[in-house]
């Protein structure tokens, strides 16, 4: 990834670990929510 735009590897690696982190919340989040509707119904 890091080739593509220009990064050494400390920027690749923490955009990587900031990018796995925020896809990680979401992915928690939207299950959290996916799992609060249902135990409504």
């Keep these: 990834m890091g080739r ?4 050494d590897e400390k920027t690749t690696f923490k955009t ?3 990018m796995e982190t925020l896809i990680g919340l979401v ?5 959290l929510g ?4 249902a135990s409504l119904i």
């Design 4 to 7: 593509f735009f220009n990064m």
């Design 27 to 31: 992915g928690f989040a939207a299950a």
């Design 34 to 37: 996916i799992f609060y509707a």
């Design 16 to 18: 990587w670990t900031v």
